[in-house]
């Protein structure tokens, strides 16, 4: 029975470290997915954070804005600089930027 308890116990704790890490290999699309769309909507319209489509005000903000923006969290959004490297960043804003249509 113990052993039972710490298998899961294990597994628990296992899912719980997961939420908020995408995948090191994970595309843009599926980090904005796991860590954006709850807030800013599926297809970019938003919700509880605003628009980040075509014609939204991230539309016409740099890169640099955008990157800030997730790395350091503003008002009521999150930071995610100890979910996302790199790489990753870069793909998420990539994939930002190619539903904007630019
Ligand atoms: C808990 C909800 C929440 C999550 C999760 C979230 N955001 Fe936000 N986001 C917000 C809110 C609220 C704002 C507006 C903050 C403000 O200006 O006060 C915002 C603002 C932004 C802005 C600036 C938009 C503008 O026009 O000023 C960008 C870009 C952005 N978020 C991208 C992202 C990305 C990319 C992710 C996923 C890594 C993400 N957000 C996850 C709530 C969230």
Do not use: K
Request: glycine share 12%; with cysteine.
């Amino acid at each position: 029975m113990r052993r039972v308890m710490g298998l899961a116990l294990a597994a628990w704790l296992a899912v719980g470290c997961s939420i908020g890490a995408p995948s090191e290999d994970a595309t843009g699309e599926e980090i904005y997915e796991q860590l954006c769309a709850r807030c800013h909507g599926a297809d970019l319209s938003g919700g509880v954070g605003p628009a980040l489509g075509p014609d939204s005000n991230s539309a016409i903000e740099t890169d640099e804005f955008i990157e800030f923006t997730i790395m350091n969290g503003r008002g009521r959004m999150p930071s995610f600089s100890s979910s996302l490297d790199e790489a990753q960043l870069g793909r998420l804003v990539d994939y930002i930027r190619s539903e904007q249509g630019l």
